[in-house]
């Protein structure tokens, strides 16, 4: 059997699939319904999917295999569902991890994920430049000292093949792949009361039983598209970033539009810049760029950072963000002009976050402090441009440094020198739809080959919002996240007894798989502790909700990235109803955070209802 078939997202890109064709179509479905009418298409859709390449895709094998009778797919079953002690969704750093330490424990756990391969993040966003911004060593798991031992590095900020080979090296080394469905997308999870435990169905209509449920669905897994007219229409090769095709595009010679300048536009321009003939990047807002200072990490340097492991995580463990940066303790005004020039010109030449998790205590604070800072960004943007009225429209006018996720940069700036580079500015020259051959602004039409959505995720609630989940009295997730998500530290939901959340909302972020490993223990452990008890039902109390709401509340007070639309605040121009600021981050401190779980532990769980 030919082995490709047109991939709908990227138009005429072929789409390998490496090791079971069945997965990819499951994939292509995905992809054309979450890009194109952000909603999960039922398993008829394929049915229609176009595949001149495979000489006829054989879709009656395909449901044979979904509907095949679990006993032939799961060790256990009751009224023929596979019936499991955990199911856990998604099999990026937080799956992989919850699933090892569930198996640890003797529970009986497996993996749903909707893509072909684990990694998460780093299985869809396979754009040009995509890497780090925590330093490569301080993001992988910390959990496995042989891990350590004899995983290397190559780069401070590892790109993304790298740490796609990383997710599947630990796949392998803990034999995960034997309890994950790959290619399954959940679309719907019910808590039935009558046998306390979840129901869990898929896109393609098979369906799964456990006692509890995790999320492990992703911050930022939720790609959304720019509400234009004509995506389809267009005849050239287009995709999203976050769902980039496997075999890649190539630019060489090309006219490419990239529509969007938030982290992964950056990192997209400056690669893309490198062999297109004709870049042209459409800017709605600019942010404020600072340099990665990336670099390759040669053998004696990663033998010295093996040796200093410990010192690095304990670190990370005491950091607001859990960065291997820490706040400066001193106030932006508490020093001399020279000595605060000094420190941030320190700052900028420095590697990774440290100018914006480094920078001083009030930066983000204090009006004064952050417009100041904000003037001296502006400066090294005004010094790298060579045109004045480019530079000023890369300038931030609406927000100041570090109130929005700051992208880290590679010769970013440089690029809109090159004489192959043009920026349109969005507010200026709105695009107003997608032509077959090209965009539309405003003001004139662009011809393209290849146009690039960096236009982000429906961020933290975004993978929920996809998955109808439904709790006890069959009350909705989304329903009851309407004005804003409410949580016990991130984790659990009153209504939603036995499910748990890994990076859900309002639990801690930062350099994020150090939270990842802290909230998949946690879980661990309250479902040890639930064993122990012979509990069988897990559910937040109301009051305990309320608590850790007011606790996020407050822990918000007076932060000037309250008064700016991101995605940290819940905004997504490209998403129906999320137009208003909503508090969706936790902005305490990790330590904190980590004490108040590790007191709802330590009090036998209190907060939960527990029978
Ligand atoms: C381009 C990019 C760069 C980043 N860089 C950094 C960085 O340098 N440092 C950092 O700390 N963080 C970074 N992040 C954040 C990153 O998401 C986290 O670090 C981490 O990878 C999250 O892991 P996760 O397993 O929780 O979620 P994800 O990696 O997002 O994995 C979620 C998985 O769930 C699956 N899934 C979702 N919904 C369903 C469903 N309905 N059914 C089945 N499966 C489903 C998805 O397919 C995915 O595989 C970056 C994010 C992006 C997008």
Redesign the pocket.
């Known amino acids: 059997m030919d082995d490709s078939v047109t991939n709908p997202l990227t138009s005429h890109v072929p789409y390998e699939l490496s090791r079971r064709w069945l997965c990819a179509v499951e994939d292509i479905a995905w992809t054309r319904a979450d890009s194109v009418a952000d909603q ?1 298409y039922p398993a008829a859709v394929i049915l229609t999917v176009d595949t001149p390449k495979t000489g006829g895709v054989n879709v009656g094998a395909w449901l044979a295999v979904s509907f095949a009778p679990c006993s032939e797919v799961m060790p256990s079953c009751s009224d023929n569902i596979p019936d499991y002690d955990a199911l856990i ?8 991890y919850q699933l090892h330490v569930l198996r640890e424990q003797g529970f009986r756990a497996h993996v ?4 072909s391969g ?8 396979r ?1 040009p430049g ?5 330093e490569s060593w301080s ?1 992988g798991y910390s959990f496995s000292a042989e891990l350590l031992e004899e995983w290397d590095w190559s780069e401070h ?1 590892a790109g ?1 093949p790298e740490v796609e080979r990383y997710c599947n090296h630990v796949a392998d080394k803990f034999d995960l792949r034997r309890d994950i469905s790959f290619s ?4 719907w999870a019910r808590f039935e009361e009558e046998s306390c435990s979840w129901r869990v169905g ?2 393609a209509g098979r369906e799964f039983r456990a006692r509890f449920l995790v ?8 790609p959304t598209m720019p509400r234009f007219e004509g995506v389809e229409s267009f005849s050239g090769q287009w995709a999203h ?2 769902l980039w095709p496997k075999e890649g595009i190539n630019f060489d010679g090309k006219r490419v539009a990239v529509i969007g300048t938030g ?2 536009g950056v ?1 997209t321009i400056q690669e893309v810049a490198k062999s297109a003939a004709r870049l042209t990047v459409f800017q709605r807002r600019p942010n404020w760029c600072t340099p990665l200072h990336n670099g390759p990490i040669s053998e004696a340097e990663m033998d010295a950072i093996r040796t200093r492991y410990d010192e690095i995580f304990e670190l990370c463990k005491q950091t607001t963000a ?1 960065f291997v940066h820490s706040v400066d303790s001193r106030g932006t005004f508490e020093v001399t002009p020279e000595e605060r020039e000094a420190f941030w010109e320190e700052r900028y030449a420095g590697q990774g976050f440290g100018i914006w998790q480094g920078n001083f205590r009030d930066m983000l604070k204090d009006r004064e402090a952050n417009q100041m800072m904000s003037a001296f960004v502006a400066d090294k943007i005004r010094a790298r441009v060579n045109d004045p009225a480019t530079a000023e429209l890369l300038i931030p006018k609406d927000h100041g440094f570090g109130t929005r996720r700051v992208p880290q940069e590679t010769h970013y700036y440089e690029v809109y020198n090159q004489p192959n580079v043009e920026l349109v500015s969005m507010l200026e020259a709105p695009i107003e739809r997608v032509t077959p051959t090209g965009l539309r602004t405003r003001d004139r039409d662009y011809a393209f080959d290849v146009i690039i959505y960096a236009t982000g ?1 429906d961020a933290v609630t975004g ?1 929920f919002d ?2 109808d989940f439904r709790g006890a009295g069959d009350v909705t997730l989304k329903d009851k996240w309407a004005e804003g998500p409410r949580t016990l530290v991130g984790v659990m939901v009153d209504q939603f007894p036995n499910l748990f959340m ?2 859900g909302p309002h639990a801690a ?6 939270s ?1 490993e802290y909230n998949v223990e946690w879980v661990r452990d309250c479902l040890v502790h639930a064993r122990s008890t012979g509990a069988q039902r897990l559910e937040a109390k109301a009051e305990a909700v309320e608590a850790w709401a007011n606790f996020v509340h407050e822990k918000a007070q007076g932060l000037l990235s309250n008064e700016i639309d991101s995605w940290m605040t819940g905004v997504n121009m490209n998403v129906a109803g999320r137009q208003h600021r909503r508090l969706v981050r936790y902005a305490g401190t990790a330590p904190e955070y980590r004490a108040r779980c590790d007191a709802i532990a330590a009090g036998g769980y209190e907060e939960l209802q527990q029978s």
């Not at 399954?184 to 679309?187: F, G, P």
């Open positions: 999960v969704i998604g099999a990026g750093l937080s799956g992989m749903l994920e909707a893509g684990v990694g998460g993040t780093w299985y869809w966003n754009y995509a890497r780090f911004d925590s993001y900020f993304q399954t997308r959940v679309a898929t896109a999320t492990a669905i992703g911050l930022l897994s939720a970033t976050g982290a992964s990192q859990c995720f993978s996809r998955i890994i990076m972020l930062g350099n994020n798989p150090r990842i």
